[in-house]
T-cell receptor, first 113, second 113 residues
């Protein structure tokens, strides 16, 4: 079975500062990894995904994440955040060949002007 | 860009009543899902649906739950006799292929009183 741990439930950061949102997973099989963002009163929107290939994945809105197999991590980063990045961010994992996603508990990113 | 749409956005029902949550997946997608998020908790997988049958379900998805694709466009989740603990945000999602990213709707907030 897979599980996802997002250690930081809340991350406040000043505008234009860099941010890293941490995600660790556990699985006994090969996995795909995802980051989703949830803006207030909206659904989950895909930010980026890792399926195979390069371990550095670039997504929308200037976000990127790096898959580290030895650390079983998939941390999300952005070099300079904007007010509009304030949202809840969810890391998720799925087993290759399976449909269902396992989500972390989410990290609320608050960008301070 | 095509979207997954869910109706209603908010449903209030009394304990013991039946509810049907409705979803219109993206039109050329073949895989359909329901997830739920109890307030303050992680997003949890309920069920996946492909080729007019359930392909996977979690232990949350007991006999009180059922899904249906009554026509070519709708995908519904029925809760037969709601309990207080069914109060949550319910997300519908769809994907075009196995392992392709899920597209989520904005969710239906179900409140059981």
């Amino acid at each position: 079975a897979q599980s996802v741990t997002q250690l930081d439930s809340q991350v406040p950061v000043f505008e234009e500062a860099p941010v890293e949102l941490r995600c660790n997973y556990s699985s006994s099989v090969s996995v795909y990894l995802f980051w989703y963002v949830q803006y207030p009163n909206q659904g989950l929107q895909l930010l980026l995904k890792y399926l195979s290939g390069s371990t550095l994945v670039k997504g929308i809105n200037g976000f990127e994440a790096e898959f580290n197999k030895s650390q079983t991590s998939f941390h999300l980063r952005k070099p300079s955040v904007h007010i509009s990045d304030t949202a809840e961010y969810f890391c998720a994992v799925s087993e290759t060949g399976a449909n269902n996603l396992f989500f972390g508990t989410g990290t609320r990113l608050t960008v301070i002007p | 860009e095509p979207e997954v749409t869910q109706t209603p956005s908010h449903q209030v029902t009394q304990m013991g009543q039946e509810v049907i949550l409705r979803c219109v997946p993206i039109s050329n997608h073949l895989y359909f899902y329901w997830y739920r998020q109890i307030l303050g908790q992680k997003v949890e997988f309920l069920v996946s649906f492909y080729n007019n049958e359930i392909s996977e379900k979690s232990e949350i998805f007991d006999d009180q739950f059922s899904v249906e694709r009554p026509d070519g466009s709708n995908f519904t989740l029925k809760i037969r006799s709601t309990k207080l603990e069914d109060s949550a945000m319910y997300f519908c999602a769809s994907s075009g292929q196995l392992n392709s990213p899920l597209h989520f709707g904005n969710g239906t907030r179900l409140t059981v009183t």
